[in-house]
Nanobody
């Protein structure tokens, strides 16, 4: 079955950096686009970044220039490199894919940006 497992979250000071990982299994990873979302406490889940098969990433406006999505198809892993982090980036970060018309989510990893 499709499984997505995020890791790499934690506590970081404003201006710091983190790299999140999402390890995938149960499907042919290289065939599918991957996305990162986030959900802050009391807010709706929002799209952070998308990386399709063509390799061109797309980002939400507030993340452009600070976040970088990438993938390693040999490792079945998608990454989210986050830099210049702000307190408003505090959220649970999820990876998602869509296989056979069904959305699959990981369990999420908490990112807290605070001094």
């Amino acid at each position: 079955q499709v499984q997505l497992v995020e890791s790499g979250g934690g506590l970081v000071q404003p201006g710091g950096s983190l790299r999140l990982s999402c390890s995938a299994s149960g499907f042919t990873f290289s065939y599918y686009a991957m996305r990162w979302y986030r959900q802050a406490l009391g807010k709706e889940r929002e799209l952070v970044a998308t990386l399709g098969l063509a390799g061109t990433p797309n980002y939400a406006d507030s993340m452009k220039g600070r976040f970088t999505i990438s993938r390693d198809d040999a490792r079945n892993t998608v990454y989210l490199r986050m830099s210049s982090l702000k307190p408003e980036d505090t959220a649970v970060y999820y990876c998602k894919t869509r296989v056979a018309s069904r959305d699959y989510w990981g369990q999420g990893t908490q990112v807290t940006v605070s001094s």
